[in-house]
């Protein structure tokens, strides 16, 4: 069992700049691939992007791609999500998750576990 925990949102103006952290408890963080995916109001979860469990490979969306960075800590069991230049549209629920696969995977149904979310918010 792995447990979740985001934190680092909050109202940031366009252009502006977060860190999200997602601090995990529980056994063999460093096994998981870990995510980060976002829910925006009337929309449906979407993937922002991913980190092997070794933290020397990740993939993003495109539609984040060259604004944000992933990267993890697994002495301190701790992954992040880098964001900058965000824009209107990047407002949503932001989540992590982890997952038992031996590679970097997007859908959310191959994520077994997820924290309850933090809720960034950019005013345009």
């Known amino acids: 069992q792995v447990q979740l925990v985001e934190s680092g949102g909050g109202l940031v103006q366009a252009g502006g700049s977060l860190r999200l952290s997602c601090a995990a408890s529980g056994r063999s963080f460093s096994n998981y691939v870990m995510g980060w995916f976002r829910q925006a109001p009337g929309k449906e979860r979407e993937f922002v992007g991913s980190?092997?469990?070794?933290?020397?490979?990740?993939y993003y969306a495109d539609s984040v791609k060259g604004r944000i960075t992933i990267s993890r800590d697994n002495a301190k069991n701790m992954v992040y999500l880098q964001m900058d230049n965000l824009k209107a549209e990047d407002t949503a629920v932001y989540y992590c998750?982890?997952?038992?696969?031996?590679?970097?995977?997007?859908?959310?149904?191959?994520?077994?576990?997820w924290g309850p979310g933090t809720q960034v918010t950019v005013s345009s």
């Open positions: 980190i092997s469990w070794s933290g020397d490979s990740t």
């Open positions: 998750a982890a997952s038992s696969s031996v590679r970097i995977t997007t859908p959310g149904r191959r994520y077994e576990y």
